[in-house]
């Protein structure tokens, strides 16, 4: 495993009697992509304030890993200023042109001046803003703003990223375009932290998720590892043209029998009462398996080979969202009753 780069010991910042972040415990790994997952007021942007000093830990602290190889107090530390990049929350800039913002953000940084230019023109055109290049911030839609944001977080180049919610106000184009981006940061070997309250946004770049709800980490681990706590995995056939009423409850049966080796003879009856279900308005099956990679396989075969003349699949994937947004809900729900109180603000 790679070295810890930043690490939480029992972090926490309160507000009054208010406990927003409530001691936290987690480390990030170089080259991991980390995401913090959680609803409104539960303690992320505190988190990520803190770790870009505009917020100091009432107790606890914040390690990072500096030049010289050592974990270090990040309060007691001046010059990690160019290790870390951040985008927080929504960003506003001053109504300077898109190369005056970022040529002003790289000085800040003290980037090497006669490398700035062509820094600058290297993630233009990475984030598709080269012809806006010498606009007005003003005239940017808030897509091309945030693009513009996550750019600024980039420009100095640092090993270090955090993006408070990067997806914010995106419509759906932008918000792939913004996950293309961050895997475009892991293949470059950037560590990337990522706060978000958009599950299926974060599970489809992050190595690992952290999921906090009260100012607690109730969760980090792989989508997959956390799929696991409620021992249910599921699969979605979408079939080429939908099933007959009439022979519906025959054909279930005759499913059960043949996939009986592979399903989940312990289904938590909260989720279901019976391992496959038909959805007539999606056209689909909801099989739940015993998590296996080879039942996987041994299921696809038998309804390929043993169905072909009772329906055609078109489409058959294991979603990782239902899984996550299933966890994450019982795992709210317990930690809501162990802490009985609701609440009422803070992020």
């Known amino acids: 495993m790679s070295e810890v780069v930043l690490k939480f010991e029992k972090l926490t910042k309160k507000f009054g009697n208010f406990t927003a972040v409530n001691g936290i415990n987690l480390e990030v790994h170089r080259g991991e992509t980390i995401g913090l997952v959680g609803p409104n007021g539960a303690g992320k942007t505190t988190t990520i304030k803190m770790i870009a000093k505009i917020l100091r830990p009432n107790s ?14 990040l309060q007691k530390v001046s010059r990690t200023t160019n290790q870390i990049g951040f985008l927080i929350d929504i960003p506003a800039f001053y109504n300077m042109t898109a190369y005056q913002l970022l040529r002003y953000f790289a000085n800040l940084h003290n980037y090497p001046k006669d490398q700035i230019d062509k820094r600058i023109n290297e993630l233009l055109e990475l984030f598709k803003l080269t012809e806006w290049k010498h606009e007005k911030v003003k005239n940017f839609s808030k897509g091309m703003t945030q693009k513009l944001g996550i750019i600024q977080a980039l420009i100095h180049n640092p090993e270090i990223i955090i993006l408070d919610e990067p997806q914010t106000g995106l ?79 025959s054909l279930l049966k005759k ?10 003879h312990d289904l938590d009856p909260k989720i279901s009462m019976i391992p496959i279900k038909y959805f007539p308005e999606q056209q689909g099956l909801k099989i739940f398996y015993d998590g296996q990679n080879k039942s996987k396989g041994e299921i696809l075969k038998i309804l390929i080979k043993e169905f072909e003349n009772d329906f055609t699949v078109i489409s058959f994937t294991q979603p990782k969202t239902s899984q996550l947004e299933r966890v994450y809900t019982e795992m709210v729900k317990n930690n809501k009753l162990n802490n009985g109180v609701v609440r009422k603000n803070g992020n």
């Open 60 to 73: 606890g602290r914040i390690l990072i890993r500096t030049d010289q190889s050592d974990l270090e107090d």
């Open 255 to 264: 499913l059960t029998e043949k996939l009986h080796p592979y399903l989940d």
């Open 171 to 249: 419509d759906p184009l932008a918000r792939v375009e913004i996950r293309r981006y961050i895997r475009e940061l892991q293949s470059l070997g950037k560590t990337v932290f990522v706060a978000s309250h958009m599950l299926y946004e974060i599970s489809e770049v992050c190595d690992k998720i952290a999921l906090i709800n009260y100012g607690s980490i109730i969760g980090f681990d792989t989508v997959e590892n956390l799929a696991h706590i409620l021992k249910t995995s599921e699969l979605n056939c979408v079939l080429l043209e939908p099933l007959k009423p009439s022979e519906l409850e």
